[in-house]
């Protein structure tokens, strides 16, 4: 038998410390017209080494209908348990007489339901978006199909960080890891979180839809629960790379195609040096509509993807390069809990800046860095510097870990990454990577595994040793506020703040003879434009409505397609209290989901 694992994450009402799942298939028909997926769910559990056996299952789950459960072939008794707030109503499963034996298989007829928190059932309306061509995944034009949908409609899941029990009972925790087989029918192609196997005609006639096909996909590399998931839609392909393709509307797939296929096979390949080989086979990026909450969400096979990067000058092409890095940290090594999410975002950050390095050069790296250590200030400001959510672990007893979400963790922890591979030294540090991601891969990890690992691999340098017994541990896991400043190359920020400057005179009436024009960002990459506006916005004395005006119209910022910038200048722009930047921000916001943009607005 297994030896029991202690249950440590507190965000799962599952008793995994007495059974683990270890294969997972779901049978789902997507159902568009009712909004709803129904099918079952079959769950192979281990029990665990226990002196005291119990014979129920808790399963997570959260807004399901449950209509039936078999364990090992036969019905069983089961119950829904009330709600508990965050977390939902755990399903209890009698095992019954087989309680003897290592393996139970559970089957689980199952609904989803209108309160599902796992999926975005998209309208014709939210999928077309004639203004900005690029951020539309359908075709602008809704057409009749064989099967009667429009063509447009479509569907979207989002199961990180708990909203995996919303689609499928499971044990809802990033600390237990199953296989997966996907079988999805719908009208329209399907995505999901594993190798496509193929697709057939299901049971023509019976399905009541023409052109409902069976989609197989499997997942033999063992993954959390919250990277399951599934998208449907009026989906075209095109390669970007030998183990890549992206996957979008039609009407979008060349732009996309363009923006991604210059960086994709680099990214993986450098990655691949720095870390370990690639371990899922392919990798592929779906681009949603403007309406995903995210930035970009690392399901594996396919990266789902916010259109707003794509900005048609691959300068936000850094996103793939973050979610490719959780091929590693997160999709093979994951955080054992979200108290620990640091161990997924922070790593991640770490690879994603390494990869930049690699591709634009080492001073990149701490561009990028700089922007971040931004972006960290905001958060630790607006929690108030003694958040509990401002500390690199955190507590999330009785919590909803999406309310603790933040920059913190990807911040925070890249800055400690940072600061013990500069401590350390590069050659040395590089060295332990690929032993924390053999070490763990697989598997699921906390802080105190990281500390011990890192604290066994340079037992035998005395003087890296001793930096890491004298290191303050306490105080990078617990104390909240800001972490000690890096000492950033800022020689390519310099140009930024050296503008921001000039604007600031300016801005507060000084002698000065700059007259801003278009030539001052002559050349300038988009995320310049980014760090300077961004030191715009910390001018002590907020910029005028004047001088809002002219930048929008010196550096072409009202009517970008850019959302990087114009977020940032519109928000520049609500401060002055400027009229001509209302309409494009609520323009901005009727469009655009991702949270990044929309919470500063
Ligand atoms: N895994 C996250 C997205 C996420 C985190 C979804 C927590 C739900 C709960 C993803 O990798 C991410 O960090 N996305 C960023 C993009 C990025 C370039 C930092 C985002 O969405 O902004
Ligand atoms: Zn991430």
């Not at 019905?75 to 965050?86: K, T, V």
């Not at 969400?297 to 000058?313: H, K, L, R, V, W």
């Amino acid at each position: 038998m297994t030896a029991a694992i202690e249950a440590r994450d507190p965000n799962t009402l599952s008793n995994y410390s007495y059974f683990l799942t270890t294969h997972t298939v779901a049978n789902f028909d997507i159902n568009f017209e009712k909004k709803i997926l129904s099918g079952n769910v079959v769950l192979k559990l281990k029990r665990l080494e226990k002196t005291d056996k119990p014979d129920i299952v808790l399963l997570d789950t959260s807004y399901l209908d449950i209509e039936g459960v078999q364990v090992d072939g036969s019905p069983a008794e089961y119950e829904l348990q009330s709600r508990i707030e965050p977390y939902g109503s755990a399903l209890s499963i009698k095992c019954g007489s087989g309680s003897d034996k290592d393996d139970v298989e559970l089957e689980i007829k199952v609904k989803t339901t209108h309160k599902c928190t796992a999926i975005q059932w998209l309208t014709p309306a939210q999928t077309s978006n004639k203004k900005y061509p690029y951020m539309c995944l359908f075709d602008p034009e809704p057409f009749e199909t064989d099967s009667g949908l429009e063509a447009d409609e479509a569907l979207v899941s989002q199961c990180q960080a708990i909203h995996a029990r919303s689609l499928i009972p499971c044990q809802d925790t990033p600390d237990v890891k199953s296989t997966f087989e996907f079988n999805l029918r719908s009208p329209l192609p399907v995505i999901a979180s594993g190798l496509f196997t193929g697709s057939k005609d299901y049971r023509p006639g019976e399905s009541g839809k023409a052109g409902t096909l069976l989609y197989t996909f499997r997942q033999d590399v063992p993954i959390p629960s919250y990277l399951f998931a599934v998208a449907s839609g009026d989906i075209a392909t095109a390669s970007v790379g030998p183990r890549s393709v992206v996957a979008t509307g039609p009407e979008e797939l060349r732009a996309c195609q363009w923006e991604v296929e210059a960086d994709t096979e680099r990214f993986i390949q450098t990655a691949e040096r720095i870390v370990c080989p690639y371990s899922w086979t392919t990798y592929n990026i779906l681009v949603l509509p403007p309406s995903f909450p995210y930035g970009g969400m690392e399901n594996p096979q396919y990266t789902f993807a916010t259109p707003t990067f794509i900005t048609g000058d691959r300068e936000n092409v850094d996103m793939i390069a973050h979610e490719l890095a959780h091929s590693w940290s997160g999709n093979l090594v994951t955080n054992a809990s979200w108290e620990h999410f640091w161990l997924n975002e922070g790593w991640t950050m770490y690879i994603q800046r390494r990869l930049e390095a690699a591709i634009h050069g080492e001073q990149y790296r701490d561009f990028s860095a700089i922007i971040g250590w931004k972006a960290l200030t905001d958060s630790i400001r607006e929690f108030g510097e003694e958040h509990e959510f401002t500390k690199l672990i955190v507590d999330l007893k009785g919590k909803d870990p999406d309310d603790a979400f933040s920059t913190v963790p990807y911040e925070k922890g890249f800055t400690f990454l940072y600061y013990l591979e500069k401590q350390i030294g590069r050659e040395k540090w590089d060295q332990f990577i690929p032993h924390y991601f053999s070490t763990f891969a697989r598997k699921s990890l906390d802080s105190y595994e990281f500390k011990s690992t890192l604290l066994s691999f340079f037992s035998k340098d005395s003087e890296v040793y001793a930096f890491l017994k004298n290191l303050d541990w306490d105080k990078w896991f617990y104390a909240p506020g800001f972490p000690p400043k890096p000492d950033f190359d800022t020689s390519l920020a310099d140009s930024c703040y050296a503008l921001a400057s000039k604007w600031e005179r300016l801005n507060a009436e000084a002698e000065t003879d700059f007259q801003p024009s278009s030539s001052d960002i002559a050349g300038w990459g988009s995320n310049q434009v980014v760090v300077f506006l961004e030191a715009v916005q910390e001018f002590d004395e907020p910029l005028g409505k004047k001088g809002v005006h002219l930048m929008g119209e010196q550096y072409g910022l009202l009517h970008s397609g850019n959302a990087e910038l114009t977020s940032r200048y519109f928000a520049i722009g609500l401060r002055a209290k400027d009229e001509e930047v209302y309409e494009p921000t609520v323009e901005l916001l009727g469009k655009v989901g991702r949270m990044k943009f929309v919470r500063p607005l």
